[in-house]
């Protein structure tokens, strides 16, 4: 058994030869062009990407958290004192509001969950006077608890790796702050009526408050971090991949010249329709099974199946437009740059990026990321009111044009087949004649030779063949157009190794 025999023995031009030359050249030209085109793309999107990670601390400032200071005492003034050290450009704003603006904790949960902040900070009530009677030991001491004193309200379930740190870590480091505060102005009256006979007593003054939680939801299991990442890129991936595959299908099998377009339109959409719900069910699925310690509800997850299924299949439609009105060289570089920018626009709360990036309101992802964190945190990311709208903006302005290029691909693609039949049918036509005219002259008699001193025998076998020169010239047309069927067929049972994947043609080589 050789090695691809035909490979290595098969005998070839020189380099040189004119006709190699031209075709190197052409492939040099065309190579040299698309690696131009691709280092383009890819630094425009890599600039775009790091650009709005940019400085991303300085922007932290950005995010805003209430402060109610429900205890009007020396805790409260603690904490404005360690904000006034902490205050900058890489710490959350703290907004201070009245009382009467917030008259009960539950309202500031209320303004988290109806994202008005970021996160809530509050003093309990009476808890300087209750720290203070603490120090004199006794049943206060006793009864004293450190963790209701002060309290921060969070949503972790909103971008969960930039609250951790942005939020949960720099109110910590407040609470902290604000504790060797509190000592500086109260440390010398506080020791001056400790108990030091009271292990209560020692333990208030040793740790006077630890910093109280109230996470909406908890969100802390691993697969968190890909939510608005990886998710996002496999289910654009996804649809893609089957769309090229679907794609390759009606043109292989000559659909859009044998089918009428409505139907086809209809089918595709069915066709659309079905491969995403699936999908969508298994990303939900794949989210569901590795959830761990995440309380989430069934309710939930058929929403989240809901909600994905309406991003999936707007994005199917999407790319199914890329696919019909942009060239198919181009068609990739469409894919990956939809994919960057998408992305991007979830990566980091818009309070984080530079504010040029805020036009990623209008992309599908950042919608589909704000509908899921409103239902995995039941309701408190209320948005819908604008992301419901761009996701169904996508999908019917898609599923019309998508609609409409099937339509352009039959136009198309009958116009194409006629141009092909025609010249195969004028190529077969000629050498038909060519072959016909060679036979009569082969065949007629000698000129000088007069029809008068030809024998019956002659005179007879000489009509007989005009008679079927004559009937192979008036069928030729219908032995074209048979020849034409024949090798136009459709095969019906193709091989195991015919290709039917998604294939793309080699941009720019015309």
């Given at each position: 058994?050789?090695?691809?025999?035909?490979?290595?023995?098969?005998?070839?031009?020189?380099?040189?030869?004119?006709?190699?030359?031209?075709?190197?050249?052409?492939?040099?030209?065309?190579?040299?062009?698309?690696?131009?085109?691709?280092?383009?793309?890819?630094?425009?999107?890599?600039?775009?990407?790091?650009?709005?990670?940019?400085?991303?601390?300085?922007?932290?400032?950005?995010?805003?958290?209430?402060?109610?200071?429900?205890?009007?005492?020396?805790?409260?003034?603690?904490?404005?004192?360690?904000?006034?050290?902490?205050?900058?450009?890489?710490?959350?704003?703290?907004?201070?509001?009245?009382?009467?603006?917030?008259?009960?904790?539950?309202?500031?949960?209320?303004?988290?969950?109806?994202?008005?902040?970021?996160?809530?900070?509050?003093?309990?009530?009476?808890?300087?006077?209750?720290?203070?009677?603490?120090?004199?030991?006794?049943?206060?001491?006793?009864?004293?608890?450190?963790?209701?004193?002060?309290?921060?309200?969070?949503?972790?379930?909103?971008?969960?790796?930039?609250?951790?740190?942005?939020?949960?870590?720099?109110?910590?480091?407040?609470?902290?702050?604000?504790?060797?505060?509190?000592?500086?102005?109260?440390?010398?009256?506080?020791?001056?009526?400790?108990?030091?006979?009271?292990?209560?007593?020692?333990?208030?003054?040793?740790?006077?408050?630890?910093?109280?939680?109230?996470?909406?939801?908890?969100?802390?299991?691993?697969?968190?971090?890909?939510?608005?990442?990886?998710?996002?890129?496999?289910?654009?991936?996804?649809?893609?991949?089957?769309?090229?595959?679907?794609?390759?299908?009606?043109?292989?099998?000559?659909?859009?010249?044998?089918?009428?377009?409505?139907?086809?339109?209809?089918?595709?959409?069915?066709?659309?329709?079905?491969?995403?719900?699936?999908?969508?069910?298994?990303?939900?699925?794949?989210?569901?099974?590795?959830?761990h310690g995440w309380h989430v509800d069934g309710?939930?997850?058929?929403?989240?199946?809901?909600?994905?299924?309406?991003?999936?299949?707007?994005?199917?439609?999407?790319?199914?437009?890329?696919?019909?009105?942009?060239?198919?060289?181009?068609?990739?570089?469409?894919?990956?740059?939809?994919?960057?920018?998408?992305?991007?626009?979830?990566?980091?709360?818009?309070e984080l990026s530079p504010g040029f990036y805020?036009?990623?309101?209008?992309?599908?992802?950042?919608?589909?990321?704000?509908?899921?964190?409103?239902?995995?945190?039941?309701?408190?990311?209320?948005?819908?009111?604008?992301?419901?709208?761009?996701?169904?903006?996508?999908?019917?302005?898609?599923?019309?044009?998508?609609?409409?290029?099937?339509?352009?691909?039959?136009?198309?693609?009958?116009?194409?087949?006629?141009?092909?039949?025609?010249?195969?049918?004028?190529?077969?036509?000629?050498?038909?004649?060519?072959?016909?005219?060679?036979?009569?002259?082969?065949?007629?008699?000698?000129?000088?030779?007069?029809?008068?001193?030809?024998?019956?025998?002659?005179?007879?076998?000489?009509?007989?063949?005009?008679?079927?020169?004559?009937?192979?010239?008036?069928?030729?047309?219908?032995?074209?157009?048979?020849?034409?069927?024949?090798?136009?067929?459709?095969?019906?049972?193709?091989?195991?190794?015919?290709?039917?994947?998604?294939?793309?043609?080699?941009?720019?080589?015309?």
């Amino acid at each position: 058994m050789h090695f691809y025999p035909k490979a290595r023995h098969q005998p070839h031009p020189s380099i040189h030869d004119p006709s190699v030359r031209r075709r190197r050249w052409g492939l040099l030209k065309a190579a040299g062009l698309n690696f131009i085109v691709l280092q383009l793309l890819f630094l425009g999107l890599f600039c775009y990407l790091f650009g709005s990670l940019f400085q991303q601390t300085t922007h932290t400032h950005n995010l805003h958290v209430v402060f109610v200071d429900y205890d009007g005492g020396a805790v409260g003034s603690a904490i404005r004192a360690a904000y006034q050290q902490l205050k900058g450009p890489g710490f959350p704003t703290l907004n201070e509001q009245s009382v009467s603006a917030y008259p009960r904790p539950s309202t500031v949960t209320s303004a988290v969950c109806n994202i008005d902040y970021w996160g809530g900070l509050y003093t309990s009530a009476n808890a300087s006077n209750r720290l203070a009677a603490a120090f004199g030991g006794g049943s206060a001491a006793a009864s004293y608890n450190n963790s209701d004193v002060l309290t921060l309200v969070w949503n972790e379930a909103r971008y969960p790796a930039v609250v951790d740190s942005a939020i949960a870590n720099n109110m910590q480091s407040l609470s902290e702050a604000a504790r060797v505060a509190y000592f500086k102005t109260n440390g010398m009256q506080a020791l001056g009526s400790l108990n030091d006979t009271d292990p209560a007593a020692i333990a208030a003054f040793t740790n006077p408050w630890t910093l109280a939680s109230i996470n909406i939801q908890p969100t802390t299991q691993g697969s968190r971090l890909i939510y608005n990442t990886l998710v996002i890129i496999l289910i654009l991936i996804q649809e893609f991949f089957y769309l090229g595959y679907i794609n390759g299908l009606y043109q292989q099998f000559q659909l859009y010249v044998t089918i009428a377009a409505p139907r086809i339109a209809t089918v595709r959409q069915l066709i659309s329709g079905l491969y995403t719900l699936s999908g969508s069910l298994c990303t939900t699925g794949a989210i569901w099974a590795f959830r761990h310690g995440w309380h989430v509800d069934g309710g939930q997850f058929a929403m989240t199946w809901m909600a994905l299924w309406l991003f999936a299949h707007c994005n199917f439609l999407v790319l199914d437009v890329f696919t019909i009105w942009l060239p198919p060289p181009a068609v990739p570089m469409a894919l990956i740059s939809w994919i960057v920018l998408n992305v991007t626009s979830i990566l980091l709360p818009f309070e984080l990026s530079p504010g040029f990036y805020q036009w990623g309101y209008a992309l599908p992802a950042h919608s589909i990321f704000q509908v899921l964190v409103d239902i995995w945190s039941d309701g408190c990311n209320p948005q819908l009111y604008y992301a419901l709208p761009v996701l169904f903006a996508y999908e019917l302005i898609a599923l019309t044009l998508s609609s409409v290029g099937v339509y352009r691909r039959a136009h198309y693609a009958v116009i194409a087949k006629e141009t092909e039949e025609k010249t195969w049918k004028d190529r077969v036509a000629a050498a038909l004649s060519e072959q016909q005219q060679q036979q009569m002259l082969e065949e007629s008699p000698s000129p000088s030779t007069p029809d008068s001193a030809l024998t019956e025998s002659q005179q007879q076998q000489d009509r007989t063949r005009r008679r079927s020169t004559a009937a192979g010239i008036t069928d030729q047309e219908a032995l074209t157009g048979q020849l034409w069927r024949e090798m136009s067929r459709v095969e019906k049972a193709p091989t195991g190794r015919r290709n039917t994947g998604p294939c793309f043609d080699l941009p720019f080589t015309d």
